[in-house]
C-alpha cells in the first residue's frame, strides 16, 4: 500500500516536471519569435558602394550621319537658300569638313569625332532624330548628296573641345 502511494506521487512529481520543461520551451519560443519580428521593424539600411571613377572622356558613342542642303536631307529648309548658299542655324554658310549639325549641344561649339576629325556645331538637326539618340547626334555636313550617301552613318566617340 505504502509503495503503491510513492509510485503515484513520483509520476505526479514526473508528470509537473515534465509540464514545466515543455511550457519553459514554449515561453522561449514566444520570447525568440518576438525579438525577431523587433529585428524586422529595424528599417532596412542601403548598402554603401564606393563610388566608380567616372572616365576622363566621353565613353558613350555618338551617332554620326551625313547631309548636305537638298530638299531630301532637310526638307523644307531647302528652299531657303539664297544665292545657292547653305547657311546653317548659327547663321554662316556651311563648310564641308569643318560644319555640323547637333542638338544638344550649343550653336559654335567645337566637338572632336573619333576617328574623324574635328567640327563646329553651325546647325540643328532635327528634333525627333536628335532625341531617337537621346542628342547624342551629330549630322556632318556635305556640299553634295553623293557625297554625305557615301558617308553614311557610324557610332563614334565624341569629345567636346570648347
Ligand atoms: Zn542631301
Not at 69 to 84: D, L
Not at 118 to 135: L, S
Not at 137 to 152: C, P, Q, R, S
Request: glycine share 8%.
Amino acid at each position: 500500500m505504502q509503495t503503491k502511494h510513492m509510485t503515484a506521487v513520483l509520476a505526479v512529481i514526473i508528470l509537473l516536471l515534465l509540464g514545466i520543461v515543455l511550457l519553459a520551451g514554449a515561453l522561449d519560443h514566444t520570447v525568440t519569435a518576438a525579438l525577431a519580428s523587433e529585428k524586422s521593424a529595424v528599417p532596412i539600411m542601403a548598402i554603401e558602394t564606393p563610388a566608380i571613377a567616372k572616365p576622363d572622356k566621353p565613353q558613350e558613342l555618338w551617332r554620326i550621319t551625313a547631309y548636305c542642303g537638298c530638299a531630301t536631307c532637310c526638307g523644307e529648309y531647302a528652299n531657303n537658300r539664297p544665292e545657292g548658299k547653305v547657311v546653317g542655324a548659327a547663321g554662316v554658310e556651311l563648310v564641308q569638313g569643318v560644319s555640323c549639325a547637333a542638338r544638344g549641344l550649343p550653336l559654335g561649339t567645337v566637338v572632336r569625332i573619333e576617328g574623324i576629325g574635328e567640327f563646329i556645331v553651325q546647325d540643328r538637326t532635327g528634333k525627333e532624330q536628335a532625341e531617337m539618340y537621346d542628342n547624342k547626334l551629330i549630322d556632318l555636313y556635305f556640299t553634295d548628296h553623293e557625297a554625305a550617301k557615301v558617308f553614311g552613318r557610324t557610332n563614334r566617340a565624341v569629345e567636346v573641345l570648347r
